[in-house]
T-cell receptor, first 113, second 113 residues
Framework: GEDVEQSLFLSVREGDSSVINCTYT??????LYWYKQEPGAGLQLLTYIFSNMDMKQDQRLTVLLNKKDKHLSLRIADTQTGDSAIYFCASVTGSSNTGKLIFGQGTTLQVKP | DTAVSQTPKYLVTQMGNDKSIKCEQNLGHDTMYWYKQDSKKFLKIMFS???????INETVPNRFSPKSPDKAHLNLHINSLELGDSAVYFC????????????FGPGTRLTVL
């Protein structure tokens, strides 16, 4: 079935770049998403990429998509302490036409001052 | 001007009770969802509705009954609450079923004692 996998934890120093990786199994995924969840808060849509794109950049965020390997990454440049949160990768498949998101387990990003 | 709102934010209740969570979106979207986030932060789809019509019921116990009185509202009623129902419940909406931006509400933290 559909599955999305992420590593569980990443620790970086303030000012460094962070790269959070995600793999997915459904080759018919049409959109891939990155959400951010701060402690006790809801899910904030950071960015998303359509499956016919390789890269999307939005200020400090860069998303790279390798469709052949079914690999998605989120790079955060100049990581700040305010970036500390859980980051969820998610995919939606066009084949079922249900709109449902399949989420990874979430990567906890810890930013050390 | 909150896009997706949920009430209540917190809900503490006894086992066996019946409770409801309300969700409203002011984005003019056709599709709304309920997701459940467990204690390990894992997120899973429960239901989706498109134009008030049920699209997905992801093997959720029939104690959970969603109701969509109109496109802008999707409420979740839970009968005979059990300890295992304790979780954070998120409502979300998207323009339609094909993907694109999917926005989440702030979540309702349900605690069953």
């Amino acid at each position: 079935g559909e599955d999305v996998e992420q590593s569980l934890f990443l620790s970086v120093r303030e000012g460094d770049s962070s790269v959070i990786n995600c793999t997915y199994t459904d080759s018919s995924s049409t959109y891939l998403y990155w959400y951010k969840q701060e402690p006790g808060a809801g899910l904030q849509l950071l960015t998303y990429i359509f499956s016919n794109m390789d890269m999307k950049q939005d200020q400090r965020l860069t998303v790279l998509l390798n469709k052949k390997d079914k690999h998605l990454s989120l790079r955060i440049a100049d990581t700040q302490t305010g970036d500390s949160a859980i980051y969820f990768c998610a995919s939606v498949t066009g084949s079922s036409n249900t709109g449902k998101l399949i989420f990874g387990q979430g990567t906890t990003l810890q930013v050390k001052p | 001007d909150t896009a997706v709102s949920q009430t209540p934010k917190y809900l503490v209740t006894q086992m066996g009770n019946d409770k409801s969570i309300k969700c409203e979106q002011n984005l003019g979207h056709d599709t709304m969802y309920w997701y459940k986030q467990d204690s390990k932060k894992f997120l899973k789809i429960m239901f989706s509705y498109n134009n008030k019509e049920l699209i997905i019921n992801e093997t959720v116990p029939n104690r959970f009954s969603p109701k969509s009185p109109d496109k802008a509202h999707l409420n979740l009623h839970i009968n005979s609450l059990e300890l295992g129902d304790s979780a954070v419940y998120f409502c979300a909406s998207s323009q339609d079923l094909t993907g694109g931006e999917q926005f989440f509400g702030p979540g309702t933290r349900l605690t069953v004692l």
